[in-house]
């Protein structure tokens, strides 16, 4: 079963750096698309074996629920790395704007793609905003553009309650620094991916 | 009646003249006010020249664990933007009279038992030597400043007729551990106490009617929400069945709590009772709105509203109604406060992705500039006697909160050391006199 879950999650991560290539920017989503997901895929074979000494039904069936959790969260993870990976690679805000650039449409409709597939995962998506400006207008401005993120994987056909969207203005920021570069890398969305009930 | 309309037609021309004029003084006044380096502090303000006189020690001497009375004294009467400190070793008649001092501070200290000191603290007519305040204060030494504090309040209400803020307050974030963090000193910067110690950010510190408390945002929920602790209290959450509630700005009549809520990526004004929790929407509008602030005696709420692309300040009545845009100049105008005399607002402006002070009058005429040339400087707040106003700036490499006079002139760093932002000014202390 495990082997068999990890054969998938391979697969299924080579399967992603294949589409990966495919865009249009390849040399900067290869090296670090495969490491950050095997990690993960490798984490539910160790943890089962510290639990073996006790071995009655009933503890074998918390431990098959432990599994089938863990399993679940080490999925979550994967899949939560896989969105934020895709995202990572492209500013896709221009400085006080919250449209969504055509680069950006072509990354969504990936993760759209994913969460098409992935029916029990649902997802937060955040709003950032550069340092510049005031805590106050880039919380609204965080929002602006979570909000079309939104509703961009709204009209691909992702269930909206299956979303919830949330601003971190500027108080979040992924790159340090008052360079433009820093600042284009903290115009972003970022993905949280929680199991549903 | 044909001169009735002749005089009409005249009149709609003068009018057009006269608009014509407003709309460009603005951009006058702003260039005028570009060539003055505001750091050098060309004040507009009535300073009134004060001698400062050390105070008389004991014989056995007192081992002073920060500054003596007549330090503290003159760092209050520098901060308050109303005097010229005229410093003398001992009263002396010739240099006063030269420096036009008509009012001199001078006292006495003196050791009591439990390790306290008495300080006896004088204000003086230069000519006669005549008393016009005199008061005593018996406190350790650790409370000396505070106790300063009260003295120079009060040798404000005696020469100005108003109301001092040397024993006010500011609220501000205060970066621990990589954490943002609200902290509350005294308005010197001295008396620092770390008000919110969570593992997840907070910010956007108001204070609560009476200084009673704090609210701020926290993020504990993974999402910006509005909180209220008392001092000495327990922190509560505001408003739970709001998403995302950040803003505050307390109504300064009533207590009630005026903030912006983001839902589905529109962000509206609502207003609240911090106490029955109820909240209800402020205003309908289509576009977004922040940064909201009350007028002082809350008839009327400033608030930013992206309606034209970027944010720009405009004005309400307190029923929602009668908006007006005031900021027209710059792409970026936010965070606006009215100062506490009632004629003019500071707010935030940023151009080419720096930011800066500004002042105008209400209808938006009248643009002064008060910071430039020094970093990013943010988030304006008015002292509670209208003199002062205190702001972050990143100036000297790193955020830190100083305070300038309303012109501009005379800015004074209070904090010194880590990250330091978006002060919030207290109301005045009632339990002064």
């Avoid at chain 1, 992924?174 to 929680?194: I, L, P, T, W």
Wanted: net charge neutral.
């Amino acid at each position: 079963m495990n082997k068999l879950l990890k054969f998938a999650l391979v697969a299924s991560v080579v399967g992603f750096a294949l589409t990966a290539c495919a865009t249009p920017e390849p040399p900067k989503t290869e090296p670090e698309a495969a490491p950050a997901p095997e990690a993960t895929a490798v984490q539910p074979e160790t943890a089962p074996i510290a639990e073996q000494p006790v071995l009655n039904a009933d503890s074998l069936a918390a431990v098959k629920a432990k599994e089938e959790a863990e399993r679940l969260e080490a999925e979550r993870a994967r899949l939560e790395a896989l969105i934020n990976q895709i995202m990572s690679e492209d500013v896709y805000f221009d400085f006080d704007r919250s449209e969504l650039t055509e680069k950006a449409k072509e990354l969504l409709a990936q993760v759209a793609e994913l969460l098409i597939k992935e029916t029990r995962f649902s997802i937060t998506i955040e709003g950032h905003t550069d340092a510049r400006g005031t805590e106050d207008y880039n919380f609204t401005l965080g929002a602006k553009r979570a909000m079309k993120v939104k509703e961009f994987l709204a009209a691909y056909g992702i269930d909206a309650k299956r979303m919830e969207s949330v601003s971190y203005g500027k108080e979040a920021p992924k790159a340090a620094g008052e360079s433009e570069e820093a600042y284009s890398q903290n115009r972003r969305a970022n993905f949280r991916v929680n199991i549903r009930d | 009646m044909k001169k009735k309309t002749k005089a009409f037609r005249f009149s709609t021309l003068a009018m057009s003249i006269a608009l014509g004029v407003m709309f460009l003084l603005p951009s006058l006044s702003f260039a005028a006010i570009d060539t003055i380096a505001v750091d050098v502090g060309i004040s507009v303000f009535k300073t009134m020249p004060i001698g400062i006189v050390p105070f008389t020690e004991p014989k056995e001497n007192i081992e002073w664990i920060e500054e003596k009375p007549h330090q503290i004294l003159t760092r209050d009467a520098n901060l308050s933007g109303r005097f010229e400190v005229v410093a003398s070793d001992k009263f002396n008649l010739a240099l006063f009279s030269r420096k036009h001092v008509k009012h001199y501070v001078t006292g006495k200290v003196t050791k009591q038992d439990g390790n306290k000191l008495r300080v006896d603290c004088y204000l003086y007519i230069a000519q006669t030597k005549d008393m016009l305040v005199g008061e005593t204060y018996v406190v350790p030494q650790q409370e000396l400043r505070r106790a300063m504090h009260k003295f120079f309040d009060l040798v404000i209400k005696r020469l100005w007729g108003e109301r001092g803020v040397a024993s006010t307050k500011l609220a501000y974030v205060s970066k621990m551990d990589g954490i943002k963090q609200v902290v509350v000193s005294d308005y010197d910067g001295y008396h620092r106490s770390q008000i919110t110690r969570d593992t997840s950010i907070s910010m956007m510190p108001v204070w609560m009617k009476e200084n009673k408390g704090l609210v701020y945002v926290n993020f504990k929920t993974h999402r910006p929400r509005l909180y209220f602790k008392k001092f000495g209290g327990v922190e509560q959450p505001l408003f739970p069945n709001l998403d995302q509630t950040y803003s505050p700005a307390v109504n300064p009549v009533t207590g009630e709590l005026l903030f912006s809520s983001t839902v589905d990526g529109k962000t509206d004004l609502y207003i609240g009772n911090m106490n029955s929790g109820k909240a209800r929407k402020f205003a309908y509008l289509k576009s977004n709105q922040t940064s909201p602030a009350w007028s002082p005696y809350a008839t009327e709420v400033l608030f930013t509203s992206d309606r034209g692309g970027g944010p720009q300040i405009f004005v309400m009545g307190k029923d929602g109604s009668d908006m007006r845009r005031v900021t027209f100049m710059g792409r970026y105008n936010e965070r606006a406060s009215w100062s506490p005399e009632g004629d003019r607002i500071a707010y935030t402006s940023m151009d080419n992705g720096k930011m800066n002070i500004y002042t105008c009058a209400l209808d938006g005429s009248d643009i002064v500039q008060l910071t430039n040339n020094a970093g990013n400087n943010e988030h304006p707040t008015w002292s509670p006697d209208g003199k002062l106003i205190a702001f972050a700036s990143n100036r000297s490499g790193s955020y830190q909160i100083y305070i300038m006079r309303k012109d501009g002139s005379n800015v004074t760093r209070i904090t010194n050391s880590g990250e330091n932002t978006s002060p919030t000014w207290s109301f005045f202390y009632d339990d002064l006199d």
